[in-house]
């Protein structure tokens, strides 16, 4: 067999408009490098485990959940909160605390918060209101915080103001949620771990009332939502940091803001020419390790073709929320799909030949065709469907790699395992 093309699994190069591949047969190495395309600047988690921010059209190898490192694509998305940092700015209305800045926050910088509880017994927060027109579009709430005196802080977007408060009790020490009912106006409840005690929480909502239209976070003196109104010591808080309000239904990369909304544009073009001999249109594999952002049911391509949907080679994710395969040859020659959960990273294979398909998935195979042609002429690989018609690729790749034969199922099996 023959491994013409490796990106990934720990060797990253990176510039701005550009992330490297290589080809290293016979030991001599051959860079082939991708265009890349992302007209703003963004966040990405760094092999510190900080949050960095890198310039526009600089690729971004995201390490949050991976000492090797993944490429992280992501769609626009745009941080309706401003001030997203400065919680001492006047646009945070403060009720029962105060805050004190000078904290180490996770991108390293003295820049996080301590939200302080008062004396009174009452409910201690601080929240963002009347941040949009409700119109039944779901929006991701999203804020970094630390344990400090106090474990548990709340978030929630109902009105503070109702005995019934309907929100999300978090243990700044376990890293959980930890109430126990099911809040009517916010789901999908996520924690992401970062380094030196930081954890990321968010939530999804959906509302059309006027009454959710905010952002609240706060102080819990208990696990459950009963500990949100207590008798505070003036002293205690916890820590907090770069809050986030986009539209969609799963949280991106933290978009710093100052005094407006800020947009991060998406990433909009990873190609490749190779030269001859990398792809061969005859008969290969094509090889990724790879997740998604979310089960979205959008679908999502990585493809080798001739530069139209005509010749192809596609994996994706697709709007079932299954990881599929399909090779098309003027038609559709194969297709396989798969249920997996799309969010962790699985290794796919998919392998082609005249009257000799297949589809490898986690060491298993999952789909076998034993008619049809190859397609002619293969000489792009891009994350999207294969002829510039959109349908990135959004999500983490942590490797791919090409081969120009058809893999025994031994080796398919110790490639995908």
Request: aromatic share 12%; hydrophobic share 30%; with cysteine.
């Amino acid at each position: 067999m023959s491994n013409t093309l490796k990106f990934g699994n720990g060797q990253w190069a990176t510039k701005e408009g550009s992330t490297l591949a290589y080809n290293d047969e016979n030991n001599n190495f051959k860079p082939l490098p991708f265009n890349f395309e992302r007209a703003s600047s963004a966040t990405v988690i760094n092999k510190d485990g900080l949050i960095e921010t890198v310039g526009s059209g600089q690729p971004r190898i995201d390490y949050k959940d991976d000492s090797n490192g993944a490429l992280l694509l992501e769609p626009s998305r745009t941080n309706l909160i401003t001030y997203s940092e400065d919680f001492s700015n006047g646009n945070w209305a403060k009720y029962g605390t105060t805050v004190t800045s000078g904290f180490t926050s996770p991108d390293g910088s003295l820049n996080a918060f301590k939200l302080v509880e008062d004396t009174n017994n009452s409910k201690h927060f601080i929240s963002r209101n009347n941040l949009f027109t409700p119109d039944g579009v779901t929006r991701d709430y999203s804020i970094f915080v630390k344990e400090g005196e106090k474990r548990y802080i709340f978030i929630t977007n109902v009105t503070t103001t109702n005995n019934d408060i309907n929100c999300a009790v978090f243990d700044t020490r376990d890293g959980v949620f930890t109430n126990t009912n099911n809040p009517t106006y916010i789901s999908n409840r996520n924690v992401t771990t970062l380094s030196n005690g930081w954890y990321r929480i968010d939530f999804t909502s959906n509302v059309n009332s006027f009454s959710y239209d905010n952002f609240y976070i706060g102080i819990s003196s208990s696990e459950t939502m009963s500990g949100v109104s207590y008798q505070g010591d003036g002293t205690s808080g916890v820590y907090i940091y770069g809050a986030q309000l986009e539209e969609g239904s799963y949280p991106t990369s933290y978009i710093p803001t100052q005094g407006s909304a800020v947009t991060r544009l998406a990433e909009i073009s990873v190609t490749q020419t190779p030269p001859s001999g990398i792809i061969n249109s005859s008969e290969g594999v094509f090889y990724a390790e790879m997740s998604a952002l979310s089960n979205d049911g959008a679908s999502r391509y990585i493809s080798l073709s001739n530069g139209s949907t005509s010749n192809r080679v596609v994996l994706r994710f697709n709007s079932s929320n299954e990881i599929s395969g399909f090779v098309f040859s003027g038609t559709t020659q194969a297709s396989f799909s798969y249920d997996v959960n799309i969010l962790n990273k699985n290794k796919v294979a998919l392998k082609w030949k005249q009257n000799d398909f297949a589809l490898w998935v986690n060491g298993i195979e999952v789909g076998t065709d034993t008619s049809g042609v190859p397609p002619i002429n293969l000489s792009l690989l891009r994350f999207e469907d294969g002829a510039d018609n959109g349908q990135y690729f959004y999500g983490n790749v942590k490797e791919i790699k090409l081969y120009n034969t058809a893999l025994t199922d031994a080796e398919l099996i110790a490639l995908t395992s």
